[in-house]
């Protein structure tokens, strides 16, 4: 189960930095006609950027944690079964 949090984590990051270097390239484009538009863009995909990366580092780590509830029940049920 933890494994598909982790493949799931590696296709949303992929599919958002896509769309980050789209969305900035496109921005690039009104650089020299709106300097200050693009300045305050800029300063809020930063800070989307910044609160993404949190979110995915806080989502890892529960699939981290996951994983090793999921491993510790796998082996206490092996265990048991050989009792």
Do not use: Y
């Amino acid at each position: 189960m933890a494994s598909v949090g982790f493949r799931w984590l590696d296709i949303l990051e992929k599919e958002f930095d896509k769309a980050f270097v789209d969305l900035d390239l496109a921005i690039g484009e009104l650089d020299s006609e709106e300097p200050d538009v693009v300045f305050n863009v800029r300063q809020k995909l930063c800070s989307l950027s910044s609160c993404f990366a949190q979110l995915t580092h806080k989502a890892q780590t529960i699939f981290q944690n996951s994983a090793k509830i999921e491993v510790s029940f796998s082996h206490n049920n092996f265990i048991i079964n050989r009792i």
